[in-house]
Structure formats: structure tokens, C-alpha cells
């Protein structure tokens, strides 16, 4: 394939095609707010995946809204410090400074960019209440080992899979390991609710009562609807965190295809891997690391070039009509991170590995001709020509 004449975007929406004959059945049933028919489905489809019995899984509007809620339920008070890497979107710490938590950033393990296991007990101080891992790209961070810190220390686990709907670690889907764990449903997710969505994973049946509260204004509405109290009542703090069946709707249509959409982005990662393998091994960039016992789902696909090269990159790929795309900015050099966190020990990996990281277009309407151009335009950028047949 020759230049592309349009720009090859990094992601794009997904649609199934089967979204609108979802909506349409929504239409009739007289329930767009929320808790019916296809958030119950939505919420049986994650809860198999739980393989837990006792924890249940929440639909909710986004996973802020599932981090927001998660916050309170680790009972975050002013001045309580919480354990995160800096290498993450913004949400997942708002959420808890929102109560009035302190950040304290550990570095990350440079193999998998997430959260450095080993460095967590380092940063723990007697004002520290939870650790929230986050599985960056869909891999898992070090769960037995941050389970393990977690138990010693009485620390409440929140594993941030935002990225990771349906990535395993030990077998077991990531998100179910913590005291809870939360997913989205963003538009640049793998399954998207319309845009916007997500769901709390709660593994700790000791929390679902309080959890059902929480998202639905701190009522026990979701007790009333089963008919187990006769009126229903605010009782706590609360969120207006239902997702409409709307978007509902749409969700399910794209979980009841999650195999299809997964093994299509898991052949587009596969291809990079092995494609860009050649540059690798002649050390012009970095391939991402999956570890043993676990299984990722394809979110993204990103490749580690050397110190001061990605701008030139970039330009590079534009001008072959070629979107790529740095991700996140640390959060400890932000203003509001700079000034309101603290990053425990040194910054031997985030810093660095977050200006070499460069995302490339992973998404289902990505055609293999426009693949090989990503490709060839990235050894082209080192003088090289592809020696592999793809
Ligand atoms: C997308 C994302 C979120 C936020 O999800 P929303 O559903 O948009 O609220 C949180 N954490 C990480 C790591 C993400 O990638």
C-alpha cells in the first residue's frame, strides 16, 4: 500500500453493527434511566468473570464514577495517603484526592510500566490507607505481591482496570483480585457503552451492600426495586452513578462480541510484535513485556524508542499520514500533582519511560494493508528496511 490518503488514526470507535437493534428493544421496554434489562445483563456478563460467588459487579456511567465510589468505600478521610503510580490518567487519583487523600507516586517496574511491587512497602507510612495498582495497556501489575503488602499492612487494594476488561492474571480476570476493582467503558476501551461507562468489580461481598448504596445517591433504592424494604430512604453519601440503558444497550451488544473485538486487537498486537521484532533486536526501540501467568487484552499496542527521538518520530509518521501517540504525562510533575502529592523515593522509571513511550493505531478498523504501512514507516525511520515477511 502506497501512502495512505487519509490519516491512519491511533484508535477509533468501535461498532459491532448489532449496537441499534439493542437500542431499539430498549425502546419499547420503558426504562431509560438505568438498572434494567441490560445493565442486569451487562452486570450477569462481568459477574461470570468473577468466579468469586459472593462479589458483584455494578454498571456505572464511567470508571471514575467506580473509582469515586471505590474512594469511599476504603473510607479515604483528609490527609490519608494512597499508593499509585504516577504513570496513569488523572481519574484515578482524583478520585481519591477528592476525599482529600494525599498521592504518593511509586515508581514503576520499567519492564511492564506499572506500579513497582518491590517499592511499595518503601512508601508506606502511618497514614496510608490503600494501594491502587493500575494495569496499564490491559497487562497486570505484581497482584501477589501487592496482596501480600496489602494484607500486612491492613491496606485497602482498588486495582484500576480501566484499561483491562478481560485480562487475566493467574487465571483470574484482572480487577477481581483487590477489594475492588474498576473497569471503563470509554470510548477507547475495547467494549465501549456508547462512549462513556464503566462498573465497580466488588470482590469483598462485605462491601456490595454499601457499594449499592453509594452509586444510586446513597439510597437503598437498589434494595427497594428488589422489594426487600418497603420505601427507600437516603442513608449515606452518594453518586448519581447508573448508566442509562441506552448505553447499556449498547455495551452488551459489545461484550456478547468481546471475543471477536479481543482476538481482532490480539492480531493486530501480534503482528506489531513480531513485525517490529528486528528493530528491537537491533535496539532502536523497546516492544512491551507481558509476564508469565497473565494475559492482556490488546488495548494498546506501544513501542519505547530512545531518549529525544519520539517528536522526530512523530513527524515522521505524520508526514506518512500516520497518527501515533504519546500517553499519559506523569502526574508528580503536573501542578496539581507537584503540589498536592508526594513521589516516594527516586524516579528512575516513570519520567523516562513515559517521554520514550509511543502508542500505535490499535483499533478494529485498522486493515492489515494500513498495518504494514505503520511498519514500514517505522523501520523506514531508522534506515531500514522490513526483513521479515509479516
Ligand atoms: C480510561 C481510564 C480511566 C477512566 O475511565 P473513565 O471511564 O473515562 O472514567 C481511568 N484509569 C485509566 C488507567 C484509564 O485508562
Redesign the pocket.
Known amino acids: 500500500m502506497d501512502k495512505p490518503t487519509k490519516p491512519i488514526p491511533t484508535t477509533s470507535t468501535t461498532i459491532v453493527g448489532t449496537e441499534l437493534t439493542n437500542i431499539k428493544d430498549v425502546l419499547t421496554l420503558n426504562n431509560l434511566s438505568g438498572k434494567g434489562k441490560y445493565t442486569q445483563l451487562c452486570e450477569r456478563w462481568l459477574e461470570q468473570f468473577m468466579k468469586n460467588g459472593n462479589g458483584r459487579a455494578l454498571v456505572l456511567s464511567?470508571?471514575?464514577s467506580a473509582l469515586e465510589i471505590a474512594a469511599i468505600l476504603a473510607d479515604i478521610q483528609p490527609g490519608d495517603e494512597v499508593i499509585v503510580p504516577s504513570y496513569?490518567?488523572v481519574?484515578?487519583v482524583n478520585a481519591f484526592a477528592l476525599r482529600g487523600a494525599v498521592p504518593i507516586f511509586v515508581d514503576l517496574a520499567d519492564a511492564t510500566m506499572t506500579i513497582d511491587a518491590t517499592l511499595i512497602e518503601a512508601a508506606i507510612t502511618p497514614k496510608t490507607r490503600a494501594i491502587i495498582p493500575?494495569h496499564y495497556g490491559g497487562v497486570a501489575c505484581d497482584m501477589d505481591h501487592i496482596m501480600q503488602i496489602a494484607r500486612k499492612h491492613q491496606l485497602f487494594v482498588c486495582e484500576?482496570a480501566?484499561?483491562a476488561c478481560r485480562s487475566t492474571y493467574k487465571g483470574q480476570m484482572l480487577g477481581t483480585i483487590g477489594n475492588v476493582g474498576c473497569i471503563?467503558?470509554?470510548e477507547?476501551?475495547n467494549f465501549t457503552a456508547g462512549g462513556?461507562?464503566?462498573a465497580l468489580l466488588i470482590n469483598d461481598p462485605g462491601l456490595v451492600e454499601r457499594a449499592e448504596v453509594l452509586y444510586d445517591h446513597g439510597t437503598n433504592r437498589t434494595r427497594f426495586m428488589r422489594g426487600e424494604v418497603d420505601r427507600y430512604q437516603w442513608l449515606d453519601l452518594g453518586l448519581n452513578a447508573t448508566l442509562s440503558e441506552l448505553q447499556a444497550a449498547f455495551l452488551y451488544a459489545q461484550l456478547q462480541a468481546a471475543d471477536d473485538i479481543n482476538g481482532r486487537r490480539m492480531h493486530i498486537w501480534n503482528r506489531y510484535y513480531s513485525g517490529l521484532f528486528p528493530l528491537a533486536h537491533e535496539g532502536y526501540i523497546t516492544l512491551p513485556f507481558v509476564p508469565r501467568d497473565t494475559t492482556h487484552n490488546a488495548n494498546v499496542f506501544y513501542i519505547r524508542v530512545r531518549d529525544g527521538q519520539r517528536q522526530a518520530l512523530i513527524q515522521h509518521m505524520a508526514n506518512a499520514n500516520v497518527q501515533t501517540h504519546p500517553q499519559f504525562m506523569p502526574l508528580h510533575l503536573s501542578p496539581y500533582g507537584q503540589t498536592h502529592g508526594r513521589f516516594s523515593g527516586v524516579d528512575r522509571v516513570t519520567s523516562l519511560a513515559s517521554a520514550q513511550i509511543l502508542l500505535l493505531p490499535v483499533h478494529l478498523s485498522l486493515s492489515d494493508e494500513e498495518q504494514e504501512v505503520v511498519i514500514r514507516e517505522l523501520f523506514a525511520f531508522w534506515d531500514q528496511t522490513i526483513q521479515t515477511s509479516l
Open positions: 464511567s470508571c471514575t496513569t490518567y481519574t484515578t493500575v484500576d480501566a484499561m471503563s467503558f470509554q477507547k476501551k462513556q461507562g464503566g
